[in-house]
């Protein structure tokens, strides 16, 4: 299994951001997928997930702010993040939910005051 995120940058807070992970070696469209986060010094901690059959759940931090969604078609996963806050600033990687395969580079996200 391959997972490979993308879509971070440098965001004044208040702004937005769409990360994308693409997967492959999977039957996709079963997979319950997951985005986590870690920030300089922090465990890593799930920010969402999404089961196959598409319900979503989210970390009390960013509910109402952020958005996870799955195409099965392009065996990807989305991660659209609204209203961002330097305390977001973080490390973004997706994986499966209930099996973690290497969590590969991620994707830096950076939230400036």
């Known amino acids: 299994v391959q997972l490979q995120a993308s879509g971070g940058g440098l965001v004044q807070a208040g702004g937005s951001l769409r990360l994308s992970c693409a997967a492959s070696g999977l039957i996709f469209s079963i997979a319950d997928m997951t985005w986590h986060r870690q920030a300089p010094g922090k465990q890593r901690e799930q920010v969402a997930t999404?089961?196959?059959?598409?319900?979503?759940n989210y970390a009390d931090s960013v509910k109402g702010r952020f958005t996870i969604s799955r195409d099965n078609a392009k065996s990807a996963v989305y991660l659209q993040m609204n209203s961002l806050k330097p305390e977001d600033t973080a490390v973004y990687y997706c994986?499966?939910?209930?099996?973690?395969?290497?969590w590969g580079q991620g994707t830096q996200v950076t939230v400036s005051s």
């Open positions: 994986n499966l939910a209930n099996r973690f395969y290497s």
């Open positions: 999404i089961t196959s059959g598409g319900r979503t």
